[in-house]
């Protein structure tokens, strides 16, 4: 037997994503439509308890509420971790061995959307293929079951006190020699979390200096929305990394699960060096361990991994892509040029709180400055960044690039839209070129072997086909 509420039992639900949930507050998202994606999530994963947290966006609450309202009647017990990074709900999935977990986000996007992201048992995640659509179409029907059971029940839960012994389990805090960090939180959640690891480093003498900007957590975005990824939104940052002579610089996104480096100089540091120095300080330690990448930029972590005698294994870009093939193959670490980076022992899941950890560990133990850590990788792999089009007919436009060079390539791969590489015994250079998994753009990468000029003259190529 089901309830069925018939009124709005056609109308589609435009917030359900390729991954997860995004939409525009009111229109497409709702405490109503909230209720009812929980009792939809309800009846198709079944879980006896799901934990719920919220980002700092004033819509998260409520949204929250209505999650824990829709599940509690459907006899599922709800566990709130309160105001929380959606790391902090993936860990309480697993740490706890729960059935589920939602996280109330929008994290980069607009002030006046919110969103949800969904993991099931050990915070893998629930996408289009293991659940997401089936949750869609019984949440646009409402055709639930009745609840023949009990109420759920609901309680509050503080894991900080775990979640930080976690994080800290990935360093060995008496190798950290004197630093000074400005972290920039975005006025979101990192805040709380930097705050509390600054109580732990202090109890263990670990010589950190914080310098905290934009530190106050506010769902108003007084600031602007925390994306670093903008080159509008670095400036803050950059200005005070040499005001205060900070030997680094952090900054992430609304929900944490990204963070974006800046040098002592407070040059913004591309991803792609990020994830060489983060494969190469795993396989220090184990150079057994798989690393993986996606396809966008590889020559750099290609190297590195060669360097140890590990396998660097290609992944489709996406968060749900890489953690299927990371347990596929037990990789220890994964990384995306966009900033997500995935540990085998967070349950394969991303965090933008364990990178810096292992970074300010590499400093310390290398004993340089970032900018000369990553030196000579900018030199002998430099890249285009990530270029993004709009346009009106993107299959034909990735078609038009792929017969300008396809004749003329000595490698071709479709592991994600198309990737061609050029080397010969004068130059070498490849490109990525595909759609977003996430917004409607076509993106591009370049990158060569030790030539910056390829990289500027080839990329300007591809554009001028492009357009």
Not at 79 to 101: Q, R, S
Not at 238 to 245: D, G, K, R, V
Not at 361 to 381: F, G
Request: proline fraction near 5%.
């Amino acid at each position: 037997m089901a309830e069925n509420n018939p009124d709005n039992a056609t109308l589609p639900l435009t917030c359900f994503k390729t991954y997860d949930i995004r939409g525009k507050l009111e229109t497409e998202l709702n405490p109503q439509i909230a209720y009812r994606i929980a009792r939809a999530f309800a009846d198709i994963i079944k879980p006896k308890t799901v934990v719920l947290g919220g980002d700092a966006r004033l819509t998260s609450a409520s949204l929250k509420q209505a999650l824990a309202s829709g599940f509690m009647d459907a006899g599922v017990n709800v566990l709130d971790l309160g105001l929380t990074g959606t790391e902090e709900v993936y860990f309480a999935t697993f740490h706890l061995k729960l059935d589920a977990g939602i996280q109330v986000t929008a994290s980069h996007n607009p002030i006046d959307y919110n969103g949800m992201k969904f993991v099931g048992k050990n915070a893998e995640p629930i996408g289009p293929d293991n659940g997401l659509q089936p949750i869609k179409l019984l949440a646009e029907s409402q055709a639930f079951s009745v609840n023949k059971q009990a109420k759920g029940h609901y309680h509050g839960l503080n894991l900080m006190p775990d979640y930080i012994k976690h994080l800290l389990s990935y360093i060995q805090p008496h190798h950290i020699k004197p630093l000074k960090i400005l972290v920039n939180a975005g006025n979101g959640p990192a805040a709380k979390i930097i705050d509390e690891l600054e109580v732990a480093f202090k109890q263990l003498q670990t010589p950190i200096t914080f310098i905290k900007i934009n530190h106050d957590i506010d769902g108003r975005f007084p600031n602007g929305i925390p994306n670093p990824l903008l080159k509008e939104n670095r400036q803050d940052t950059q200005n005070a990394i040499t005001l205060h002579q900070a030997d680094l610089g952090i900054a992430w996104d609304g929900d944490f699960d990204r963070c974006f480096f800046f040098d002592e100089q407070g040059e913004f540091l591309d991803s792609y060096y990020v994830v060489g120095l983060l494969a190469d300080a795993f396989l220090q330690k184990n150079s057994q361990s798989n690393i993986i990448h996606d396809p966008r930029l590889i020559w750099h972590t290609q190297h590195i991994c060669q360097k140890h005698r590990s396998k660097a294994i290609q992944c489709r870009t996406g968060h749900v892509f890489i953690k299927q093939k990371m347990r596929q193959t037990h990789a220890a670490y994964g990384g995306e040029v966009s900033g997500h980076h995935y540990f085998r022992d967070f349950a394969y899941c991303d965090s933008g709180m364990i990178p810096w950890l292992l970074l300010i560990e590499l400093l310390s133990i290398k004993n340089q400055p970032l900018s000369t850590l990553v030196a000579e990788s900018k030199r002998t792999y430099p890249n285009s960044g990530e270029i993004n089009f709009t346009v009106s007919h993107p299959i034909d436009a990735i078609n038009k690039v792929k017969a300008h060079y396809q004749d003329i390539a000595t490698h071709i791969d479709t592991c994600d839209g198309i990737s061609f590489s050029f080397e010969n015994k004068q130059q070498a250079w490849r490109f990525n070129l595909r759609y977003s998994n996430t917004e409607p753009l076509i993106r591009l990468n370049v990158e060569s072997k030790g030539n910056r000029q390829l990289v500027v003259q080839k990329t300007n190529e591809i554009i001028a086909i492009l357009k």
